[in-house]
């Protein structure tokens, strides 16, 4: 039987060799010391992401773009929740540039294509991987996103109506918390034996 494992945004993360068996826990509190500026979550765990219950117990299925994996923690991106809850007052920004003009972008979720992000300024667009805005992020013009634009030059964070004050929890799939999972750049899985 093979090994579990989770593809994220094209690169394969297998699961590495068994440890004792001790289940983890299947929430964490998400606490203020967890979400950045950027409205993204970073929890220590290994554990698969299932989704975000809320205070008022509303179970939050995000897209897999939203959730990364890392060796030993879990990113989550909360911008499309603080967004839906009305939590943000202001959008983040991304800048651009080209030999001739520069341009201010803000995040524009209405338009967001399959593959990307969409961020508007009037009725120019362009579009980006991921929703949170950062200085040399790789933009698009179109939204299939082949067409290259350059790499951001500047941006901004959103800016929310209060700071998180806690209450949320991540809900992760119950595995064995000494489970971890690693990048498989081979693109092959090893297998487990039966015997």
Avoid: C
């Amino acid at each position: 039987m093979a090994n579990p494992f989770i593809t994220q945004n094209g690169t394969v993360f297998s699961r590495n060799p068994d440890q004792a068996f001790v289940t983890g826990a299947a929430r964490v509190e998400i606490t203020s010391d967890m979400v950045g500026t950027n409205l993204v979550a970073t929890m220590v765990t290994s554990a698969p992401f299932d989704a975000v219950l809320d205070e008022q117990g509303t179970y939050w299925q995000l897209r897999d773009r939203d959730v990364v994996y890392g060796e030993h923690n879990v990113q989550i991106n909360l911008y499309s929740i603080y967004e839906i809850r009305n939590m943000i007052s202001a959008q983040a920004t991304i800048q651009i540039s080209d030999s001739t003009s520069s341009m201010t972008l803000t995040r524009y979720r209405e338009s967001d294509p399959i593959r990307g992000f969409a961020w508007r300024n009037g009725n120019a667009a362009v579009y980006t991987k991921t929703p949170v805005a950062a200085t040399g992020i790789a933009w698009y013009t179109d939204p299939q996103m082949t067409s290259s634009g350059g790499l951001t030059t500047s941006h901004s964070d959103p800016t929310v109506t209060s700071a998180y004050q806690g209450g949320w929890m991540g809900v992760f799939s119950v595995v064995p918390k000494q489970l971890s999972y690693t990048p498989v750049s081979s693109g092959t899985y090893s297998v487990q034996s039966t015997r």
